[in-house]
């Protein structure tokens, strides 16, 4: 499954809404699909699974919605530390897991 | 807790191997299933493979398999990814991370910078 992301930059004031697409090639059935945050010299940070489902310390201004080929990630109020790029993960296949090609979000 | 440490950067020649380590703690290595993913530089993550060692079951992505051995040492706690005949497309951030559910990654190690350079 191919997931392509969109846009590929997103350049926003603090406290604004970001919105991250992910498309998938195909449906991605159980919404079996991630999200990560990562910055440079970090390890990745698990953000949401199963679409929707935010990891434990992840805080609520992150949310994640979508079905089937897509997908979206939304930051609400956007902080200074949001800025990162981040990645789709689909897990449907186990021996064919994918990522997207990330989306980079900068506070202005 | 569960953390993931890996070691460090490594320079290597084409065609040579690397051998990359990941050390767990907050838990025991065979309760775990680790994968290894790497990012070259403006790529996205590329999953490479993973280990079960309480089922001894591994498995490799299609592109590196003949080319890719991940073991795990549970009296050290370490899981660690060998690649061969490395070339210049294989410098890439390698990161280690706990496969979770069905297949999600948390949490990750730092990563390793992995550099193939004549």
């Known amino acids: 499954i191919v997931l392509t992301q969109s846009p590929g930059t997103l350049s926003l004031s603090p406290g604004e809404r970001a919105t991250l697409s992910c498309r998938a090639s195909q449906s991605v059935s159980g919404n079996y699909l991630a999200w990560y945050q990562l910055k440079p010299g970090q390890a990745p940070r698990l953000l949401i699974y199963g679409a929707s489902a935010r990891a434990t310390g992840i805080p609520d201004r992150f949310s994640g919605s979508g079905s089937g080929t897509d997908f979206t990630l939304t930051i609400g109020g956007l902080e200074p530390e949001d800025s990162a790029v981040y990645y789709c993960q689909q897990y449907v296949s186990s021996l064919a897991l994918t990522f997207g090609g990330g989306t980079k979000v900068e506070t202005k | 807790q569960v953390q993931l440490v890996q070691s460090g950067a490594e320079v290597k020649k084409p065609g040579s191997s690397v051998k990359v380590s990941c050390k767990a703690s907050g838990d025991t290595l065979s309760n775990l299933a680790i994968s290894w993913v790497r990012q070259a530089p403006g790529q996205g993550p590329e999953w490479m493979g993973g280990i079960i060692p309480l089922f001894r079951s591994i498995s490799y992505a299609q592109m590196f398999r003949g080319r890719l051995t991940i073991t795990a040492d549970e009296s050290s706690s370490t899981a660690y990814m060998e690649l061969t005949s490395l070339r210049s497309e294989d410098t890439a951030v390698y990161y280690c991370?706990?496969?979770?559910?069905?297949?999600?990654?948390?949490?990750w190690g730092q990563g390793t910078l992995v550099t193939v350079s004549s």
């Open positions: 991370a706990r496969r979770l559910g069905i297949g999600w990654f948390h949490p």
